[in-house]
């Protein structure tokens, strides 16, 4: 593939993450590409065009040899004009996961998981389990994580340590299904499904026939009605990290996944035991004898700050949310939201939730505005300082069921600079 790719000039549409991914593979690869963003239009290694009539000129002509087109996700390619102008010439679309699948080494297994909450701590839960098991039989081998989460798929191609790849674990987001026309894995994993990213996707059959796509060529199909928690699993969440009932589908999902790549029980049981979860995913950040403070950032629609408030529903809790809002709001949220003991509002979304709380017959001393993430910890900290003593430890929960691109980069900018913030106000805790 990688000799055929030489001969052709490719278009990068989108110049994010993964689209700057593509172009370092091309430049170690010496393949021939163009780069177009909408907003981007310098770069220290190529010319990134912004405009739609740079590449196919003002009468829809071709100005650059285009042969192929690579389509970064989250570009509708419904509406986005390089891509329609594509689609208009019959010029072949891929995604970067049809690059690395047509050009990986496929003696290596490679596990993909998607799926509309967990996917993330499942599949670092998988790479954490099979690194466990290749250092017990004393491999100098590892699994590699990439995808929607960590590093962009092809970057894992140009790494100098290939030898060292004994396993691929891959994070696939509805975008990069959506838009991948074939993925060749070995084991595919769907958790589960929820509406979310309707406003990409146009619908929910849309949505979920995107994340479907993952069991195109799958040699093993795990789906969710598989992930029935057995009774081993559920003993075993009194030893771990892993908190709530959404983390048993989590562990279940793994451990599934481990077995059939012939891991040992024993193996799997131990390194879910020492799996600490990851980062902005419900992560423990601080705690002291009155509160725990939980960075749960990565919680973007409200199914996900819903699987956060069952596992925290034994404690007081203190409840920021914010941003910008999904399709439908909190309002799903109710029977959770009138338990908890207090509500702090930032964000783009802030007059909303504010009315659909109201709507919702939540208590005005309840709720607090605070427009900034700033205020709403100050503010929050210093009411669970005055909350008195408790039976149990208050939660300060950041949940926000809402994207983050009002005020921050993405969820890890949020989440990092909520740990941020705790640093400055929570001297007085031990970190976690």
Not at 174 to 191: E, H, R
Not at 229 to 237: P, Y
Not at 275 to 296: A, L, P, T
Not at 328 to 333: C, D, E, K, P
């Amino acid at each position: 593939m990688l000799e055929n790719l030489k001969n052709k000039t490719l278009l990068i549409v989108g110049m994010g993450k993964s689209g700057q991914s593509v172009a370092r593979f091309c430049l170690k690869h010496d393949i021939r590409f163009v780069a177009y963003d909408d907003k981007l239009t310098e770069s220290t290694d190529y010319k990134i065009y912004s405009h739609v009539d740079q590449i196919f000129g003002i009468d829809g002509n071709v100005v650059h040899s285009i042969d192929l087109v690579i389509q970064s996700p989250g570009i509708n390619g419904q509406i986005h004009p390089v891509i329609r102008c594509s689609k208009s010439k019959k010029i072949p679309i891929l995604s970067d996961i049809d690059l690395f699948n047509q050009c990986r080494d496929h003696s290596i297994p490679c596990i993909g998981i998607t799926g509309t909450n967990g996917k993330s701590t499942t599949t670092s839960l998988v790479a954490h389990i099979l690194n466990d098991h290749l250092q017990k039989e004393n491999s100098e081998k590892y699994a590699w994580v990439g995808g929607n989460i960590g590093v962009p798929v092809l970057d894992l191609l140009i790494q100098e340590n290939q030898n060292e790849v004994a396993f691929y674990v891959l994070e696939l987001s509805s975008y990069q299904l959506d838009i991948a026309q074939q993925i060749a894995l070995d084991i595919a994993l769907f958790l589960n499904i929820t509406a979310d990213h309707i406003d990409y996707h146009g619908t929910f059959d849309a949505y979920q026939l995107a994340k479907e796509k993952i069991f195109r060529a799958a040699k093993i199909s795990i789906k969710p009605a598989d992930l029935v928690v057995t009774s081993d699993i559920r003993i075993l969440q009194d030893k771990c990290h892993l908190r709530g009932d959404h983390n048993l589908q989590n562990m279940q999902a793994a451990y599934l996944i481990c077995k059939y790549l012939g891991v040992s029980l024993d193996t799997i049981y131990e390194a879910i035991t020492s799996f600490k979860g990851i980062e902005h995913r419900q992560e423990i950040v601080f705690e002291n004898e009155k509160c725990i403070v939980i960075n749960d950032s990565k919680a973007t629609n409200a199914d996900a700050t819903e699987t956060a408030l069952k596992a925290f529903e034994s404690y007081p809790i203190f409840l920021i949310l914010g941003g910008v809002a999904k399709d439908g709001g909190i309002l799903s949220l109710k029977s959770y939201l009138e338990k908890v003991e207090k509500i702090y509002l930032i964000g783009q979304a802030q007059n909303l939730f504010l009315a659909q709380l109201q709507t919702m017959g939540i208590e005005k001393e309840k709720i607090e505005t605070c427009e900034t993430l700033e205020k709403a910890v100050s503010v929050s900290l210093s009411d669970i300082q005055k909350c008195g003593d408790n039976s149990s430890k208050s939660i300060l929960l950041f949940s926000p069921a809402c994207a983050s691109f009002d005020q921050f980069l993405n969820f890890e900018d949020r989440g990092l600079r909520f740990k941020r913030l705790l640093d400055c106000y929570c001297s007085g805790c031990e970190p976690r």
